[in-house]
């Protein structure tokens, strides 16, 4: 079996993506590609690098006639199936985090004050619709920790960017609306117009706007910079 052979069977029996190997060991995909075909070999460092990822020796990796690692290869039980419940659970977690926001939203807008031994705290609507929000986004983010156990891979940008939106939106509304008005509440709000919702909804859809222009430009920065990274390691 030759290097190629073993490096796909490798990586595959991890079930890592080219790119995902290739951020392992911090080399660029297209190196990866190449080993892959055949068309190169890694450097001595690299080779290193490999088998202590994968946990096989440097002479199971290089020598054709080897066909058996003395190190012990990771494997898991059904690759596929792992990735699958991964990728699932990656999902569920932004959802939990959407519907966290819209829960508290929902509980804001219908709710009343609360009563505390007989007397009555208006200010402690907010709280307690946060407190809401919050905990079924503790759900997703249970969802994100065990997405984990199944699959180790990073988030894409658009859904890494959609996750820090949806979590920070209400602690930023909290923070705002205390020293604004005196009482926190999971999004602004104008008392002078009565709580006017048309008023609400063009602050929160300004907000998510705003957010959304700059997340492109962060997107744009960040596609720069990675391939600038990718011609400096083939270099």
């Not at 990771?74 to 596929?80: A, F, K, Q, V, W």
């Not at 990728?87 to 508290?104: C, D, E, H, N, Q």
């Not at 979590?167 to 609306?177: C, R, V």
């Not at 997340?215 to 390691?233: A, E, R, V």
């Amino acid at each position: 079996m030759t290097f190629k052979e073993k490096l796909i069977k490798l990586r595959k029996a991890n079930a890592l993506s080219q790119e995902e190997l290739a951020e392992k060991i911090d080399v660029s995909r297209q190196s990866i590609s190449k080993w892959e075909l055949g068309d190169s070999i890694p450097d001595s460092d690299k080779i290193i690098a490999l088998s202590n990822l994968f946990g096989v020796s440097t002479d199971y990796l290089l020598k054709d006639e080897v066909n058996n690692p003395t190190g012990a290869i990771i494997m898991r039980d059904n690759p596929n199936k792992n990735i699958m419940i991964g990728k699932i659970l990656r999902f569920l977690s932004t959802f939990f985090y959407g519907i966290g926001l819209l829960v508290a939203f929902q509980a804001w807008a219908n709710a009343c004050g609360l009563y505390i031994d007989g007397v009555y705290f208006p200010q402690l609507q907010g709280l307690s619709a946060i407190m809401r929000g919050l905990i079924v986004q503790c759900v997703g983010i249970a969802c994100y920790y065990f997405s984990n156990k199944f699959h180790k891979s990073k988030l894409s940008w658009g859904q890494k960017y959609l996750n820090i939106l949806l979590l920070h939106y209400m602690p930023t509304s909290a923070i705002i609306t205390i020293f604004v008005y005196g009482e926190p509440s999971p999004y602004p709000y104008n008392p002078v117009a009565d709580g006017d919702y048309l008023w609400t909804l063009w602050i929160v859809l300004a907000h998510f706007i705003l957010m959304a222009i700059l997340g492109i430009i962060f997107l744009c920065i960040h596609k720069k910079q990675k391939k600038t990274q990718n011609t400096q390691k083939q270099d």
